[in-house]
T-cell receptor, first 115, second 112 residues
Framework: GAVVSQHPSRVICKSGTSVKIECRSLDFQATTMFWYRQFPKQSLMLMATSNEGSKATYEQGVEKDKFLINHASLTLSTLTVTSAHPEDSSFYIC???????????FGPGTRLTVT | GNSVTQMEGPVTLSEEAFLTINCTYTATGYPSLFWYVQYPGEGLQLLLKATKADDKGSNKGFEATYRKETTSFHLEKGSVQVSDSAVYFCALTSGSARQLTFGSGTQLTVLP
């Protein structure tokens, strides 16, 4: 099956700094990538949908200036959490799909802790 | 809009017990249905899927049948193992929407 990687798997940063999370599709071209946030013992909350070469579409309530998403190539999307605060601590998961596929492939997730 | 209602957990079973996790959905058009599994500290893995009515998805001993008449996609396994302990999510995609709509997840713990 298709493989999606995320880097880093865990990151700890200080309040006020920015953190970048990478999501890569390793063996297919991902025309669409999704970013989710998961709180402890809860379901996944879709944050935004990004299509290669265009601006991301953010879900209601997600601050686009705080969560910057870039999908510059068919194999890479990045999520940058700017001026991070402790309440941004969470598990961030990306997924990717090709243009003709309906199935999404998920990355292993990134645990962000803001101190 | 689309929605997925999933049996609330947590569910605790003894090894070799029978498992059912209920899932019902509301969707426009003809959705594709999925079960994902999340092991501790990891991302989601697709467990099984069904793309049309009466299809049965199966994998690793788990099964789920797409029931259009009852708008359900219940997950079953005849004999669970300790290694099946995880969180299970029911999900769907529908029509032109590319996003997955997830249920709330069900925590399964299997005791030896």
């Amino acid at each position: 099956g298709a493989v999606v990687s995320q880097h880093p798997s865990r990151v700890i940063c200080k309040s006020g700094t920015s953190v970048k999370i990478e999501c890569r599709s390793l063996d297919f071209q991902a025309t669409t990538m999704f970013w989710y946030r998961q709180f402890p013992k809860q379901s996944l909350m879709l944050m935004a949908t990004s299509n290669e070469g265009s601006k991301a579409t953010y879900e209601q309530g997600v601050e686009k200036d705080k969560f910057l998403i870039n999908h510059a190539s068919l194999t890479l999307s990045t999520l940058t959490v700017t001026s991070a605060h402790p309440e941004d601590s969470s598990f961030y998961i990306c997924s990717a799909k090709g243009d003709s596929a309906y199935e999404q492939y998920f990355g292993p997730g990134t645990r962000l802790t803001v101190t | 809009g689309n929605s997925v209602t999933q049996m609330e957990g947590p569910v605790t079973l003894s090894e070799e017990a029978f498992l059912t996790i209920n899932c019902t959905y509301t969707a426009t058009g003809y959705p594709s249905l999925f079960w994902y599994v999340q092991y501790p500290g990891e991302g989601l893995q697709l467990l099984l899927k069904a793309t049309k009515a009466d299809d049965k998805g199966s994998n690793k001993g788990f099964e789920a049948t797409y029931r259009k008449e009852t708008t359900s996609f219940h997950l079953e396994k005849g004999s669970v193992q300790v290694s099946d302990s995880a969180v299970y999510f029911c999900a769907l995609t529908s029509g032109s929407a590319r996003q997955l709509t997830f249920g709330s997840g069900t925590q399964l713990t299997v005791l030896p």
